[in-house]
């Protein structure tokens, strides 16, 4: 299992609503657990769910924008991840971030930088948010995700007088749930990035018969499901004798889980 954890502070809600949103994302791959940790438990290097952070393959980090920076719990969470920088603990880790604000702008930005100069410190891999800006133009509107039109990272708009039940609005909550998925999706194909887990070390080996073999990389999201497996094999070997061997369809695979 692929795991992510989301580490957040919320004084309002605000910020913990979206936190559930991106681990909704995340947890819609198949093969992906999000588990959401608040920062207010994770201010000391001493105590805290410390170890279940370094065996997560992906972390987020999550907080509101308070007086143009990370809340201040947030940033104790930070200081105390100091202790698991010495070791970089968390080094070829996915990291990502997001922020929630009561303004559009807010100076959100400031907070993302602080967490992509967090990721950078422990040696992690950032994650941008990968979408194009929405609610730009005559013809976008607040429905896009996106709305805030971020690229470092996500970032949400709560107006600071409604309550977390309807803000930050619909959109917001959708874009959360994209960005979770993003870093799930990338973590599954790509998981020899990450800290190597069970489920992303299945190769398929394959020997042709002239001589020469070699091995593919299963995407860690079909090894789940064996008949998924099965398909991606068959389809590898199809596509092997289409365009490789034609008229040597002579080709042996076997799979190996390292
Ligand atoms: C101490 C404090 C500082 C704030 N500073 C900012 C700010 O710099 N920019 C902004 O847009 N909103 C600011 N806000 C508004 C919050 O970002 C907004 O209400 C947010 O939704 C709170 O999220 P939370 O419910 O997760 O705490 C501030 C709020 C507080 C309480």
Redesign the pocket.
Known sequence: MTTIAIVYH???????RVAEHVAQGAGSVPGVAAKLFKADDLTSPEQGPWAELSSADAIIFGA?????SASATMKQFMDASSKVWFTQGWKDKIAGGFT????WS??KLATLTQFAILAAQHGMIWASAGMMPGNNSSKASPEDVNRVGSYIGLMTQ?N?DEG?DTAPPASDRRTAELYGKRIAERLCDNAPLGRPSATSRLLTAFRWEPGLSGHFQLPARSLHDSRRIDDAILRFHHAFIAFVSPRTPRIAITRVIL
Do not use: L
Not at 64 to 68: V, W
Not at 100 to 103: M, Q
């Open positions: 919320s004084g309002f809600g605000h910020t913990a509101p924008t308070y007086m143009g929630n604000s009561g303004s807010g100076d709560a600071v977390p």
